[in-house]
């Protein structure tokens, strides 16, 4: 009975921030601009981004799932809703505090430990900073006259790069003390 009332609490609160942050976003909008834009919007571009959207959520949920399918094979569906959280968590909290969320969402629906939740996020975040930094040497490369602050710039991506991707080899070999250190970090 006392868990009910604390969760009748807790949607009271979360109901009661939501209206007033809800409030403090939209307070000085003028609604008629934003009438007369959605009026004007092309509702075929934004039909095809947010399917774009929808469908990177989708795959990134499934690159997400792959991860996750060494400790217990989850339904996709599961990773998306998931990924859809955290990334909407991403938007409006600081420090990238939606991966956090997910990550804690997915430990306590699966039973997945949190600490290898969280590491095949922080998996993630390195496997798309190293693609990232990749996309974007192949792509100077094909500047002439790259200026000399921007070539000492690529290569310190790069060898940052080369070391993110050498620890991903290296996370499984450091899984006690990654242990140790996660059951030190207050999150449940």
């Known amino acids: ?9 807790s949607y ?19 609604w008629q601009e ?4 959605f009026q004007t919007a092309d509702w075929r571009v934004l039909l095809g981004a947010w399917v774009v959207i929808v469908l990177s959520y989708f795959l990134r ?9 060494a400790e217990r094979t989850l339904h996709p569906v599961t990773v998306f809703w998931g990924t859809c959280v955290g990334y909407l968590g991403n938007s409006f909290l600081p420090a990238r ?14 039973g997945i ?4 939740v969280l590491a095949t996020a922080l998996t993630e975040r390195i496997f798309d900073a190293v693609l990232l930094v990749c996309a974007i040497l192949l792509g100077l490369t094909t500047f002439p006259n790259i200026p000399d602050w921007l070539r000492s710039a690529m290569t310190s991506m790069l060898i940052l790069g080369v ?11 450091l899984s006690g003390w990654i242990t140790i250190q996660m ?6």
């Open 163 to 173: 070391i993110g991707g050498f620890s991903l080899t290296l996370l499984p070999h």
């Open 97 to 110: 505090a939606g991966e956090v969320i997910r990550s804690a969402l997915i430990s306590r629906k699966t």
């Open 113 to 116: 430990p949190l600490f290898y």
């Open 34 to 37: 934003t009438i007369a834009i």
């Open 12 to 30: 009271v609160f979360i109901g009661t921030l939501a209206i007033l942050l809800l409030y403090l976003a939209l307070r000085n909008l003028d």
């Open 61 to 69: 949920g499934l690159r997400w799932q792959v991860l996750l399918s």
């Open 183 to 188: 059951k030190r970090i207050p999150i449940t």
């Open 1 to 9: 009975m006392i868990k009910d009332g604390k969760i009748r609490i």
